[in-house]
Structures are given as structure tokens and as C-alpha cells.
């Protein structure tokens, strides 16, 4: 199964509303960097609002996609993290220290204008 | 499987990116009624571009969820719409006459907020 991701103006919004399993992240990984391409898209929202948990390959892959979409030229924000993910990311040492994040969907779009104007 | 629903600020986006079977169409539309009324949303946006074909009984659930959020008072856009979706929905009798479309999502958003502010 796939995770949309929708279009509007120049950025591209991801709710990931499935548990993430080791194929639909990477599933994920390859759909978002292809729609980035294909669609020029400047700023990404990943928002893990409904994400409750995640284990160290799935915090890999994530962040893997954040340093991916920059070197394409995409500033990505993460949105709506959860307090056990949070801790997973930082257990595993993924550093997303330079990730813009935000509380939810909105102020991850607003943060993203902010960061692509400052 | 559902379909992921956006919020954003008082509006909701959808973007319909599997085939929608008739569990998927139903769960849909209980997911989407019960965000109208958890969110108070005002408008949604429902985008079928990666949608390229309906039956009959699909369309139908289509048609019902559009006046069923109009009954709660969400303004509903559809986008998107491809070719042998139009022509489904029309055979199956589904007047959607009143329904505001646009081709894809930024223009259904900027529909839906001219016709809330019309």
C-alpha cells in the first residue's frame, strides 16, 4: 500500500495515517522523491501526527528521506511528532537537529513559508 | 485500508490515491463525516485524479457522502474527476449538478473559497 501525497502550489503534503512497515517506508521513500522531481516541489510536510510508534529501521528511513529531499532541493518539515517517536529517533541517533518541525499540519506549512523566505 | 484525511485549517483535503472497493468507499465515508464534525470543518476537497474508474455502487457512496457533508454543513468540491468517472457517475444517474468541481486540488481549494465567501 502506498502513502499519498498531495500537491498544492509548490509543496507536497504527506499525512501518514498507516502504521509504517519496513516496504510501505520505503515505498514511501522512492513515491516522495519521484513527486518531488517530477513536480519541482520546493518544500515537503511530513505530518506523523497518527504515527504513535516507530522501531530504528522505520526512524532510518525517515531520516534518510529528510536529508534526501534536501540534497534534491526540498526543505522538509515534520509535523505532529509523537513523544515514543520522538524518543526513537533520538535513541537511534537519527539527528534531526536541522529538521524544522512544527505542531500540526498548519503551522508545518507556515514554518516551511518561513523557512524558504528567511 | 482508509483513506488519510487532511486537515487544514478549516478545511479538509482528500486525495483518493487507491482503487476504491466498496469497504474502503464506506469506511470513507464514515471517516470523513465523523472529522467534519470532530474538526467543525467548513469545506473539503475531495480529489479523484488518481482515480480512473468507479462502479455503480462506488459512485453512489460518492454521491451520498457529498450531500451528506452539505447536511452538516461542509461545502464539498470534487477534483480531478477523469473521464470514465464523469461518464459512470452520469449513468448511474448521480446529478451532481450542484456540486462545485475544479481540476485539481489548488483550484478546488480556491473554488471552495470563493463559493464559502460568495
Redo the contacts between chains.
Sequence with gaps: ?????????KYL?I????ELDDQTALQFQEDLLNKIHQEGSIGVVI?LTSVEMIDSYIAKVLGDVVEMSNLMGAKVVLTGIQPAVAITLIDMGIMLNEVPTAL???QG?EKLQQELEG
Design positions: 500500500m502506498r502513502i499519498p501525497i498531495l500537491k498544492l502550489h503534503l499525512s501518514v495515517q498507516v505530518d500540526d499540519l498548519e506549512l
